[in-house]
């Protein structure tokens, strides 16, 4: 067996060992005067770190509680401090129900420790917004849709469901963001754990976090994160919806839960499933008919797309010596029609398939030597087949039409036939340990493994893949240690952190000569690098607060920049790590004016980055390679105001100016380019979105929302080159999305209808790549507890 994963599991079962004392379960509810639920507040043990936060239904559930004599505190900023005694031996229940008298709470009555909500998350000293995805689960909306409604975040699709998607954050995109399902790192997961495939129902909520990320996740992430928050309740629980919509579009999830209360014993069986053909229509397109080029209105052909996911998790939640031990394991698979090439030109055949076997194991627990100490664990391994396929002889125009060529070894997309299958197999483990040294002060270290080894072969037998016939290897570790104090009655938090990265590469390289033979050379590669960190916030007043952080970080290459894919992208065993110093400065207002609530935020930011990687294409195909040192900058506005729980109305507007900062060309002559905006960016975008709740203390409630998405437009080119006398452009665009949903007043039952871009405006995320037109979707959802 592996040493490391012999260790790992030794780690587990001496954790298991601690603590063997019973745990009660402290469950209530917290109201106002007036008989409303009050939402996100702390709800703690005096002297003790065992803290919870009520949700919107005012709940709370503290689920590790030892002592049977303690007080229980209640706080939130805009009501009175309550402290209520309790005693379990002589009280004939562990529910409190609590109410809570209005009044402006004073910065040092508040102590934030424990787990994160959305509102302690933004309270912390990186640049994160957390998105609660409560409003969203009657939604026909997709993870990528929600993000896209985020400031700084700017999601380009390249058509409709399941489409390739360039995700960019704060003006920095690909590998360069990281994505993480409860901390977990999705990038070598494969195509079912894309955003766009992930349904709102099995979430709770999204934290994104701007450039600096905090140690816990342990990402090499150059401009960001993206972490997933499950949905996590001691209740069991049913939550399955069913959506339908145009382009024969389909969607379904399951997400439950069984617990048994006494043992602990848990089960959650999920289930997620897309499919779409994708037809939808493509307006002035130009086609050559008659012997003649035409601009003719097509439906998009050829563009099926199917994903889905079984997963089943088991094991113990909330038990003596263990907060969680769950063993999991899921099934995914996709089929993808591919509709364009890499120009926007029709193909008609060529697609692939891929299937994915990843199995979880993870552990927890708290309370640890004295209350000091935590851990968390997981490790995961992931088997993953791919398989292209691009063998016709057919070519095919936006009409439909075929044309047949013979005698020609050369596909749809590449030079040559092409039936490429290869395996991927990813081992990921990761070892977290927090240690609270004395009260406030905290210390966090985080190391975490991946292991990828790729082997495949086009079976055509083409000699472009012959790197792959015996495995290439890469390894990643990373390891951080940070220092967290909490400062004058809490209004100062400080966190500082080290980075240590390691990587590790074996590959065959294909090594083309002049005469167009190929030569197979071995390559191996060692690296290592140190970043550090900081970040702060201070809270002025109890609604106001100030935040900046700062980073040296740097991101190591991913398995497809190295090693390439085999197809199109060739291997490059000399890529750099990518470097970048971050910086953030912002600052959060938080008024509440009784029923009323105001939130602003405003963010400012620059990375300046070296050795960007870019990927540079040739006549037969293309490589990554470090040709730009690029600047960033800009800021992002985000305004929420929430009017006697029934009115909501959201606002963000996002501009970055991120530049050529090269002075040099690659012939050693002065940049034409230098300081101009990056090609084929967006630099200036926003969104708007409001919500009206209609007959609210009736059975069953109606909600109306409506969003706006803008994007100015931008050049596909660099500025300050004019390319064939004109600066081409994808131009201003203006989406507006309508819906409304009905819910009885337990949210049992629930429907929705809804229409995307309802004015069927031209939409383009990419050159002569159009996105689709107006739809239609409706949504039923059953949810039991």
Known sequence: MNKKLTLFLY????????????????????????????????????????????????YFSLKKVRQTKFNLVFTRLGYKKMVKAVDLENQPSSEFNIVLIEDVVAID????????????????????????????????????QVLNRTSGVRIRESGGVGSDYNFSLNGLSDYRVRFFVDDIPTDYLGDAYKLNNFPVNLIDRVDVYKGVVPVDLGADALGGAVNIIPTET?????????????????????????????????????????????????????????????TVDVERFHDDFMSYTAMLEGGFTQVKWADDLIIGHSFTRTEDDAQTDFYGNPRGEVRSEEDSHITTLKYSKSNLLDDRMSVKL???????????????????????????VTNDNSAELFNQKTLYEFEQKTFIYRGNVKYKLFENHTINANYIGYQVERQGENRLGTPENEP??????????????????HLM??????????????????????????????????????????GYAVSGRYFILPQLLIKSSFERGYRLPEPVEVFGDGLAIYANPELQPEVTYNLNFGFNYNPIFGKNKLKTGVNFFRRDVDNFTFRESFI??????????????????????????????????????????????????????????????????????????????????????????????????????????????????????????????????????ESKNIFNALAFDNFNIQKPGRAFYMKVRYFLR
């Open 468 to 485: 792959f016939r015996t495995p290439n290897k890469l390894r990643k570790n990373i390891f951080g240690i940070s220092y967290n104090a």
């Open 489 to 530: 009655s809490n209004r100062l938090n400080l966190n500082v952190a080290l980075k240590n990265y390691h990587f590790y590469m074996y590959t065959r390289n294909a090594k083309y000569l002049k005469d167009h033979s190929v030569e197979i050379e071995d390559l191996k590669t060692t690296k290592s690098e140190v």
């Open 378 to 404: 997981f490790a995961v391994y992931n088997t993953r087949n791919f398989i292209s396929i691009d063998t016709t002889s057919n070519r095919y125009n936006w009409l439909g039409e075929v044309t047949r």
């Open 234 to 294: 001691l209740d069991s629980y049913l939550d399955a919806s069913y959506s339908y919509g145009s382009f024969n579009t389909h969607r379904l999830a399951v997400n439950s839960q069984y617990r048994h209360e006494k043992s602990g014993f848990t089960v959650r069986p999920k289930l997620f499933y897309n499919f779409s053909n994708n037809n939808y229509t493509m307006y002035d397109m130009e086609v050559y008919v008659d012997k003649e080029w035409k």
């Open 109 to 144: 009555e508040v102590v934030i420790t424990g787990k994160s909500n959305s509102t302690t998350v933004e309270e912390s000293g990186f640049a994160v917004q957390s998105i609660d995805l409560e409003v969203f689960k009657n939604s026909t909306i997709d993870m990528n």
């Open 620 to 753: 037969r195909g293309s490589r990554y390679e470090n040709i730009l040192s690029v600047l960033i900058y800009g800021y992002e506005l985000d305004l929420e105001w929430q009017w006697n729980n029934r009115l909501f109305w959201n606002a963000n507007i996002s501009r970055q100016y991120v530049l050529n900062n090269e002075k040099v060309d690659a012939t050693g002559d002065e940049s034409r380019v230098y300081r101009d905006q990056l090609p084929n960016t967006p630099y200036l975008f926003g969104n708007l979105g409001a919500s009206y709740s209609l007959l609210p203390s009736k059975k069953v409630g109606l909600l109306l929302s409506y969003n706006l998405n803008y994007v100015h437009e931008f050049f596909l080119g660099y500025e300050s080159i004019a390319q064939g006398g004109e600066k081409n452009i994808i131009p201003t665009q203006l989406l507006h999305n309508v819906g409304i949903t009905a819910s009885t007043k337990d949210n049992r039952y629930n429907i929705s209808l």
């Open 11 to 58: 780690f587990i079962t001496v954790t298991l060992t601690f603590s063997q004392e019973k745990n009660t379960v402290i469950t209530g509810s917290v109201m106002s005067e007036k008989g409303m639920p009050i939402d996100n507040v702390i709800v703690g043990i005096e002297g003790k770190n065992i803290v919870t936060f009520s949700d919107k239904d005012g």
